[in-house]
């Protein structure tokens, strides 16, 4: 899928944006990758499983670790082509189809990981506006 400066997705913002499919469109990211499990050429490499990775935030003072967080990872081939799936959570069925879709290389993947993360961008500054109009009376 071209972006709109025609160039196709990384592979990071591609699995970031399918990470980000699902959690706002879990059914479209499913949607996707189930004629592709379905082909004779799609093969799991590695099982979905659940695993945890520290968050990092940089801060003006360096960075600091915030927290651990769940996702549930996969890895898959489609026609010899790897593909990687990584969710937020335990989801083996998201990480599976993110993995499968990263593999297939298709335009629809991409178009989807691109919706998703103009979808949580959207949302983030809808929250952003709340929390500035947000006031505290100290009494």
């Known amino acids: 899928m071209n972006t709109a400066n025609g160039a196709r997705l990384s592979a990071e913002r591609r699995a970031e944006g399918l990470a980000a499919a699902a959690r706002t469109d879990r059914a479209a990211l499913l949607a996707l990758a189930e004629p592709i499990a379905a082909r004779s050429d799609a093969a799991v490499e590695v ?8 968050t990092v935030l940089d801060t003006p003072i360096g960075q600091q670790c915030l927290t651990e967080v769940v996702v549930t990872t996969a890895v898959v081939t489609v026609a010899g082509t790897p593909g990687w799936g990584c969710v937020l959570g335990w989801d083996a069925e998201a ?19 691109e919706a998703a993360l103009r ?8 929250r952003i506006g709340q929390v500035r109009t ?4 100290v009494a």
């Open 47 to 54: 099982a979905p499983e659940p695993r945890t990775v520290m």
């Open 95 to 113: 990480a599976l189809a993110a993995a499968l879709a990263d593999a297939a290389g298709q335009a629809g993947a991409d178009r989807l990981a």
């Open 119 to 126: 979808a949580e961008e959207a949302e983030r500054a809808v």
């Open 134 to 137: 947000t006031r505290m009376e």
